[in-house]
């Protein structure tokens, strides 16, 4: 009998996927007015320079990068296995800056080509916002693999470890779920007195009661929820210095 999450939890293990793009310019020559014109042109970024177009605007959590093919385009199939429950791979990307970058991304000029080997280029890659520490899957990972990989860099990026969270939050996804499902029996139960030829206002009120009491409580667990999840990002000295360096 397979279990369905409800809707906070949905929202609580929705990935937030970036999708980088980068043009290179160059200058051309000046016109009659002495002005000077610049010209897109497609070539692949140097591979330093690469990462820091992909991480986003001052990103400092470690990444996690998928590459596209023809085949599952559109999916996450790489990511995760359709066999088994993902969650725990899904709240670790919470602690990651999560990349999908299409299958041209593979053409020698292709800005981020440089990102992926050219012989054997992985589906997926995990490594520090610098792109340092690459570890590579070929898409066909156990989703231990991945997860030991995962927790090894939110390790070296955090104050806090991530495992302990994870268990955590698995719990709060429980209580969410608690929480949704009764606020839909109390929406249901008010609905069916509302369609009674004459509702209520004793019941009415005593339901209105229960919906804002279970909201209260749902948010209070949110609330929780993110202070565990805060496992305090480290920032190091040169981090700007390293961000401008890739310019």
């Given at each position: 009998m397979?279990?369905?999450?409800?809707?906070t939890s949905?929202?609580?293990?929705?990935?937030?996927?970036?999708?980088?793009v980068a043009?290179?310019?160059?200058e051309t020559a000046g016109?009659?007015?002495?002005g000077?014109?610049?010209?897109f042109?497609?070539?692949?970024?140097p591979?330093?320079?690469a990462?820091f177009?992909?991480?986003?605007?001052g990103?400092r959590?470690?990444?996690?990068?998928?590459?596209?093919?023809v085949?599952?385009?559109?999916s996450d199939?790489a990511?995760?296995?359709?066999?088994?429950n993902n969650?725990?791979t899904?709240?670790?990307?919470?602690?990651?800056?999560c990349?999908?970058?299409p299958p041209?991304?593979?053409?020698?000029?292709?800005?981020f080509?440089?990102?992926?080997?050219?012989?054997?280029?992985p589906?997926?890659?995990?490594s520090?916002?610098?792109?340092k520490?690459?570890?590579e899957?070929?898409g066909?990972q156990?989703?231990?693999q991945?997860?030991?990989?995962?927790i090894?860099?939110i390790?070296?990026a955090?104050?806090?470890k991530?495992?302990?969270?994870v268990k955590?939050m698995?719990?709060?996804?429980s209580?969410?779920d608690?929480?949704?499902?009764?606020?839909q029996?109390?929406?249901d139960?008010?609905?069916k007195?509302?369609l009674?030829?004459?509702?209520r206002?004793e019941s009415l009120a005593?339901l209105?009661?229960?919906?804002d009491?279970?909201?209260?409580?749902?948010s209070?667990?949110?609330?929780r929820a993110?202070?565990v999840?805060?496992?305090?990002?480290?920032v190091?000295s040169?981090?700007?210095?390293?961000?401008?360096?890739g310019?």
């Amino acid at each position: 009998m397979s279990f369905t999450r409800l809707a906070t939890s949905k929202e609580v293990l929705d990935l937030d996927w970036h999708y980088p793009v980068a043009h290179t310019f160059k200058e051309t020559a000046g016109d009659k007015k002495g002005g000077t014109s610049a010209v897109f042109v497609e070539q692949a970024l140097p591979k330093t320079k690469a990462f820091f177009k992909i991480n986003g605007d001052g990103n400092r959590r470690p990444l996690l990068v998928l590459r596209e093919c023809v085949l599952c385009k559109g999916s996450d199939h790489a990511l995760f296995d359709r066999r088994l429950n993902n969650e725990k791979t899904k709240l670790l990307c919470q602690w990651f800056y999560c990349v999908k970058l299409p299958p041209k991304v593979l053409d020698q000029k292709h800005p981020f080509r440089k990102l992926f080997k050219q012989k054997h280029p992985p589906h997926l890659f995990v490594s520090t916002w610098d792109g340092k520490g690459i570890v590579e899957f070929s898409g066909q990972q156990t989703q231990s693999q991945l997860q030991q990989q995962m927790i090894k860099l939110i390790g070296k990026a955090y104050e806090k470890k991530p495992v302990p969270a994870v268990k955590a939050m698995l719990r709060f996804l429980s209580e969410f779920d608690k929480y949704d499902g009764l606020l839909q029996q109390y929406e249901d139960q008010k609905q069916k007195e509302m369609l009674r030829p004459k509702p209520r206002s004793e019941s009415l009120a005593k339901l209105n009661a229960r919906i804002d009491k279970t909201k209260k409580r749902r948010s209070l667990a949110m609330k929780r929820a993110k202070a565990v999840c805060d496992l305090k990002l480290k920032v190091t000295s040169d981090a700007s210095k390293a961000a401008k360096a890739g310019g």
